[in-house]
């Protein structure tokens, strides 16, 4: 009954920045821990950001350390992935994760997370 959709992709310019929204509906409990995750062609799915009920409780990668932000508006159900800086690296499908109960500590693995979206392309231009 979960339903978890992603918007925000596209084309951007190198250095440029996007912002990825991921809307949750369906579910009788607002989803707890969060996560985005990105996986390009010929790539393993790749972990980038996760966030529990609190934004103080973050976890990102090391490769878009500082680059990246994640966020939530618990009010809107919706988590949110801000990414400036850009590079062709960061060229990817990115999909939206949740878990219907915190993850403690947040974690980097695709299996701790029970739903997940269909995924919005992003395309960085070198």
């Known amino acids: 009954q979960v339903q978890l959709v992603e918007s925000g992709g596209g084309l951007a310019q190198a250095g440029g920045s996007l912002r990825l929204s991921c809307e949750v509906s369906?579910?009788?409990?607002?989803?707890?821990?969060m996560g985005w995750f990105r996986q390009a062609p010929v790539a393993e799915r790749e972990f980038v950001a996760a966030?529990?009920?609190?934004?103080?409780?973050?976890l990102y990668a090391e490769s878009v350390k500082g680059r990246v932000t994640i966020s939530r508006d618990n009010a809107k159900n919706t988590v949110y992935l801000q990414m400036d800086s850009l590079t062709s690296e960061d060229t990817a499908a990115y999909y939206c994760?949740?878990?219907?109960?915190?993850?403690?500590?947040?974690?980097?693995?695709?299996?701790?997370?029970?739903?997940w979206g269909q995924g919005t392309q992003v395309t960085v231009s070198s």
């Open positions: 369906g579910g009788t409990f607002p989803m707890y821990a």
């Open positions: 966030i529990n009920w609190s934004e103080d409780d973050t």
């Open positions: 994760a949740a878990n219907s109960g915190p993850i403690r500590p947040l974690s980097m693995t695709p299996h701790e997370y029970e739903n």
